[in-house]
């Protein structure tokens, strides 16, 4: 598959695929809406009420999501495992040309960043006592989900019109079963399409203000059972 490095409106970069027509992140600002949807909207959210987490991404791809997570990890001795699906990872030298030092300023946080990318793969690694990161070389149509299992579903797929066969039905019934009660799904889509499969899965839906660019955003809660 052909990339190309983009940069977008907040100066941080992404890749496009041609073949697609579609980018990595958003070109109104790659670093703003990873921080706004998946951080601000999720983990936070969730760290609100618990101080470890178990997440699921559903989309490693440049690995912007995973390195935002880390300081919280780091910073405020929250356990974070971090589970992370890619069929389709970026190669070294790719990941060299993404210049995530350019706006990642901590040098030891860009050195963590390039040690996620040399990670194996279907192999957990703490890469500090408080953050394990498992990258996990499958698609989520492969992926067994282990059951009420996740805190947190980073949901970054391409669009719907791009990965129509990742925004089925039956997968967000399969994301509905590995969230644990309470648990949370968070993406940048805000479809109605998608969020009447969100809702026919189980979840309670909530329309979220989005990140640059973009109206709004979706969080699909898991409700915890009553009594």
């Known amino acids: ?12 970069n992404t890749l496009y ?4 027509n579609e980018h990595y992140h958003s ?16 983990l936070e959210h969730v760290l609100n009420t618990k101080k470890d987490v178990k997440i699921l991404e559903v989309g490693f791809g440049t690995g912007l999501n995973a390195i935002l997570t880390y300081p919280f990890a780091l910073a405020q001795a929250v356990f974070v495992q971090y589970d ?9 030298e790719v990941v060299e040309q993404l210049q995530f030092d350019k706006f990642i300023l901590d040098p030891e946080l860009y050195t963590v960043f390039l040690q996620m990318h040399a990670c194996p793969w279907n192999k957990p690694q703490d890469l500090i006592p408080h953050f394990c990161l498992q990258k996990i070389h499958e698609s989520l149509e492969e992926f067994v989900v282990p059951e009420a299992y996740y805190d947190i579903i980073y949901f ?13 039905d039956e997968m967000f019934e399969k994301l509905f079963k590995a969230t644990r009660p309470g648990g949370i799904l968070v ?3 805000a479809k109605g399409s998608f969020k009447r499969s ?14 640059p660019g973009k109206r709004e955003m979706t969080r699909g809660v898991k409700p915890i059972p009553i009594g």
């Not at 598959?1 to 941080?12: F, N």
């Not at 070109?27 to 999720?42: D, M, R, Y």
């Not at 969100?198 to 990140?211: D, M, Q, S, V, Y």
């Open 198 to 211: 969100l809702k026919a899965a189980g979840f309670e839906i909530e329309a979220l203000p989005g990140p």
């Open 27 to 42: 070109i109104h600002g790659a670093l703003q809406e990873s921080q706004h949807v998946f951080i601000k909207n999720g």
């Open 84 to 92: 992370t699906l890619e069929k389709f990872p970026i190669s070294a």
């Open 187 to 189: 993406t940048y889509c």
């Open 156 to 168: 970054d797929a391409f669009a719907p019109e791009k990965q129509p066969e990742l925004w089925t």
């Open 1 to 12: 598959m052909h990339l190309e490095i983009r940069q977008t409106k907040d100066g941080s």
């Open 17 to 20: 695929v041609p073949e697609l």
